[in-house]
Nanobody, 127 residues
Framework: QVQLVESGGGLVQTGDSLRLSCAAS????????MGWFRQAPKKEREFVGS????????HYSDSAKGRFTISRDNGKNTVSLQMNNLVPDDTAVYYC????????????????????WGQGTQVTVSS
């Protein structure tokens, strides 16, 4: 079956960096747009960013733009989220997700369109 496994979360201080990784198995990775979402306590899940199946197109939320970078390795079935200059508002559980969208360059903002989700990894940024 399809599995998405995130790793790399933790407790950091304001201004620090973290790199999250997501390892995918059980799917044809190159057919899937990969997205990163996050959910803070008492808030709805929100889009952080996405990367197209080819890796050629990325999209970011306004809060992530300029600080976060998404990349993927289609040879290793992995997607990463490099987060720099973290602030307390970035505190959340971060999820990677996969949407069947071969060659699509659309941003993939809607979490309901994603068929597969990881279990999430906690990121906590202290002030």
């Amino acid at each position: 079956q399809v599995q998405l496994v995130e790793s790399g979360g933790g407790l950091v201080q304001t201004g620090d960096s973290l790199r999250l990784s997501c390892a995918a198995s059980g799917l044809l990775f190159t057919d899937f747009r990969m997205g990163w979402f996050r959910q803070a306590p008492k808030k709805e899940r929100e889009f952080v960013g996405s990367i197209s199946s080819t890796g050629l197109t990325t999209h970011y939320s306004d809060s992530a733009k300029g600080r976060f970078t998404i990349s993927r390795d289609n040879g290793k079935n992995t997607v990463s989220l490099q987060m720099n200059n973290l602030v307390p508002d970035d505190t959340a559980v971060y999820y990677c997700a996969a949407e069947l969208a071969p060659f699509s360059s659309r941003p993939g903002l809607d979490p309901q369109k994603y068929e597969h989700w990881g279990q999430g990894t906690q990121v906590t940024v202290s002030s």
